[in-house]
């Protein structure tokens, strides 16, 4: 486990796709296009004061088609926006699934021309993210299992554990460890970016889709599903689930084992 120190001084790399565009886009252009604009606004909108505290090498973001890369070593505050833009884009029913892994993306130095640009990636880190992404369905947040394991408490590496040991160590009731799961296929950890804040009320200001979705987004989210192609409800189901871990989670932090 690293010291608090120490969270954004690890390199990481986060691949994140669209879910449903292409579904769109066989309805009206016009429609997938406005999905596209929202997803960009977003992104800008929380990631925009941050990025310019920091130079390239810590934090470097790209936005291309429906996809957004993230790389660079400041890792907690990238997983505490990311859980941001996760609820801003749900707001407006736009799912995103990810997975962040291990290592800087550089890309190879080739020569270049004024209109052909190369971007080789070194290594492995942009095939590892984006493989782990595609094995799951919905809009997770996945952690590469050898960086979770950087960030939490041995005592906290499985449900059980913590349910054990959810005040050993005692951390706070806010901490971002806390919401770091193993997923239920154990292939690797995700983020809860569905265990609302405490200020749940402000925070669900906002919402463009009915009462319904603020109030009980589990519901909603069942209701819509029946509504999409199959191969976009699994991704609405999937997202519905999100939502009980984080309850059950919550749960056991606000009343731990004694």
């Known amino acids: 486990m690293n010291s608090e120190l120490d969270f954004d001084n690890i390199e990481f790399t986060f691949h994140g796709d669209l879910l449903g565009t292409s579904n769109l886009y066989q309805i009206d252009k016009d429609l997938a296009y406005n999905k596209l604009s929202s997803f960009y ?34 890792l907690k505050i990238t997983l505490e926006h990311l859980a941001k833009m996760y609820w801003e884009l749900f707001k407006d029913q736009i799912f995103v699934r990810g997975a962040i892994v291990e290592g800087h993306l550089d890309f190879d130095p080739r020569l ?10 070194k290594g492995d880190v942009l095939f590892r993210a984006v493989t782990l992404e595609k094995q ?94 199959q191969i976009v409800s699994s991704h609405y189901e999937e997202t519905r689930e999100l939502f009980s871990m984080a309850k059950q989670r919550s749960k056991i932090t606000l009343h731990p084992q004694t």
């Not at 992104?43 to 941050?50: D, K, R, T």
Request: charged share 30%; proline share 6%.
């Open 41 to 74: 606004n977003t992104v800008w909108n929380i990631f925009n004061l941050i990025s310019k505290k920091f130079d390239k090498s810590k934090l470097n973001i790209i936005l291309f088609s429906d996809s957004i890369f993230i790389t660079g070593c400041k």
């Open 112 to 121: 270049e021309l004024s209109n052909l640009t190369k971007n080789l990636p």
């Open 136 to 229: 799951v369905k919905g809009a997770h947040l996945l952690i590469e299992k050898q960086l979770a394991k950087k960030l939490l408490p041995e005592k906290w590496l499985t449900d059980e554990l913590y349910s054990k040991n959810t005040l050993n160590p005692p951390y706070p009731r806010a901490d971002f460890r806390r919401r770091i799961i193993l997923h239920r296929e154990w292939i690797a950890y995700e983020y809860l970016w569905t265990w609302l804040p405490d200020d749940t009320e402000e925070f669900l200001e906002g919402f463009s889709e009915s009462a319904e979705l603020k109030s009980n987004p589990e519901k909603t989210l069942t209701r819509i599903s029946l509504r999409v192609p």
